[in-house]
């Protein structure tokens, strides 16, 4: 049963602290979305890899948050100091081209106090 | 330019009725027009799609209605049930560009 994993599931953290998420995507698929959802803004897009390499992230808070894909398996988004504001769920997403279904994960539900 | 508006923000169905959501876009080049269903707690999945070659697309009780003159589309939800309760999203991309999403609807169908 292909899926999108993502870890952790739930995260509270102090504010200034850094946060790493990680999410897997489907074995095969080339296009990788990390969104964020929050109920005043719905879904932003933040960043997005396609055969690993970054083609946008014009959607993340450069001074502090990145995104990187170390190898195809593993995509990792980062928040360094975190703040309050970024509290949200934060949701991967994979899909075996641009233009076609994207599958997501079950998102990581951040909390920073 | 890069935007879809979806509106309404809430929708209240009682059961056996007809849910319609709609979303309005202006880049041209859009190309492709998903729906997705989200519940509490867990990630949106694809319900259905299509492309701008078609008006209408029908699976079940879900249909697409596209109208490409007017950059507009629409979500029907025929005889809606409480298990549709949910919110949707429509979104839109191009065949080189990132999926973009409107800001949602939350439905709840009561009994």
């Known amino acids: 049963d292909a899926r999108v994993t993502q870890t952790p599931r739930h995260k509270v953290t102090e504010m200034g602290q850094e946060v790493t998420m990680r999410c897997q995507p489907i074995?095969?698929?080339?296009?990788v979305f990390w969104y964020r959802q929050t109920m005043m803004q719905g879904l932003e897009l933040l960043a997005y890899?396609?055969?690993?390499?970054?083609?946008?992230d014009s959607g993340m808070p450069k001074d502090r948050f990145s995104a990187e894909m170390p190898d195809a398996t593993l995509a990792t988004l980062k928040i360094q100091p975190s703040e309050p504001r970024d509290s949200a769920v934060y949701f991967c997403?994979?899909?075996?081209?641009?233009?076609?279904?994207?599958?997501f994960g079950q998102g990581t539900r951040l909390t920073v106090v | 330019q890069q935007q879809v508006k979806q509106s309404p923000q809430s929708l209240i169905v009682q059961k056996g009725g007809i849910s319609i959501i709609n979303c309005a876009y202006e880049?041209?080049?859009?190309?492709?027009f998903p729906w997705y269903q989200q519940f509490p707690g867990k990630g949106p999945a694809l319900l259905i799609a299509i492309r701008p070659d078609v008006s209408e697309k029908k699976e079940g009780r879900f249909t697409i209605s596209f109208n490409k003159s007017a950059k507009q589309f629409s979500l029907h939800i025929m005889d809606s049930q409480p298990g549709d309760s949910a919110t949707y999203f429509c979104a839109a991309s191009t065949d080189t560009d990132k999926l973009i999403f409107g800001t949602g609807t939350r439905l709840q169908v009561f009994p």
């Open positions: 890899f396609r055969n690993r390499a970054p083609l946008d």
């Open positions: 880049n041209t080049a859009f190309d492709y």
């Open positions: 997403a994979s899909g075996p081209l641009l233009n076609t279904e994207a599958f």
């Open positions: 074995l095969g698929h080339n296009t």
